[in-house]
């Protein structure tokens, strides 16, 4: 795959709706609505990818950043925000984020062919070029994201404002 390429995914641009987008026109105690039977709410998803994109970015860096102990650790605790401002901040905290993405996917090849240090055993034997934990994280954003997409149709909250396919 090309730079092009992931530079678009991590927004979403032609593979499905705009990432930032999927969480837009949420009020926030739609956001922390847990239909019966799933295991987590939109407020949970974005605290979730937000903190593996932190992760990855400290990680891409060269800072000594620590794996979790357990999963756990990766999601908030709370089902939902506190407020308003909690959840605006958080949207606008994963914005910034894929901001930082785009900006380094767009770095010269040679950047990009940097290795990352694993951290944990199962960072070991998958790329660890720059390259290779960008696309990463690019996956597992999109496996989330069509969760979130998911929620907010299970909550009577599709499409966002921005749109999106309802068929």
Same mark, same amino acid.
């Given at each position: 795959?090309?730079?092009?390429?992931?530079?678009?995914?991590?927004?979403?641009?032609? =593979?499905?709706?705009?990432?930032?987008?999927?969480?837009?026109?949420?009020?926030?105690?739609?956001?922390?609505?847990?239909?019966?039977? #799933?295991?987590?709410?939109?407020?949970?998803?974005?605290?979730?990818?937000?903190? /593996?994109?932190? *992760?990855?970015?400290?990680?891409?860096?060269?800072?000594? +950043?620590? *794996?979790? =102990?357990?999963?756990? $650790?990766? /999601?908030?605790?709370?089902?939902?925000?506190?407020?308003?401002?909690?959840?605006?901040?958080? +949207?606008?905290?994963?914005?910034?984020?894929?901001?930082?993405?785009?900006? $380094?996917? &767009?770095?010269?090849?040679?950047?990009?062919?940097?290795?990352?240090?694993?951290?944990?055993?199962?960072?070991?034997?998958?790329?660890?070029? $720059?390259?290779? +934990? #960008? /696309?990463?994280? +690019?996956?597992?954003?999109? *496996?989330?994201?069509?969760?979130?997409?998911?929620?907010?149709?299970?909550?009577?909250?599709?499409?966002?404002? &921005?749109? &999106?396919?309802?068929?």
């Amino acid at each position: 795959m090309n730079q092009r390429a992931l530079v678009e995914l991590i927004r979403g641009h032609g =593979a499905h709706i705009d990432a930032v987008e999927c969480f837009r026109g949420l009020a926030p105690e739609l956001a922390g609505r847990r239909p019966e039977g #799933l295991p987590y709410t939109i407020w949970q998803l974005l605290g979730h990818v937000s903190y /593996w994109i932190e *992760y990855e970015l400290a990680r891409g860096a060269g800072e000594a +950043v620590e *794996y979790p =102990a357990h999963a756990a $650790l990766s /999601w908030p605790p709370d089902p939902a925000p506190a407020g308003g401002g909690e959840w605006d901040a958080a +949207v606008a905290r994963f914005e910034r984020l894929l901001e930082e993405m785009s900006r $380094l996917a &767009g770095a010269p090849e040679a950047v990009l062919a940097r290795p990352v240090r694993p951290r944990h055993d199962s960072e070991v034997g998958k790329d660890d070029t $720059l390259l290779g +934990v #960008l /696309w990463q994280t +690019v996956v597992h954003n999109s *496996y989330h994201l069509g969760q979130v997409a998911l929620l907010r149709r299970a909550i009577g909250a599709w499409p966002p404002p &921005g749109g &999106g396919d309802t068929w």
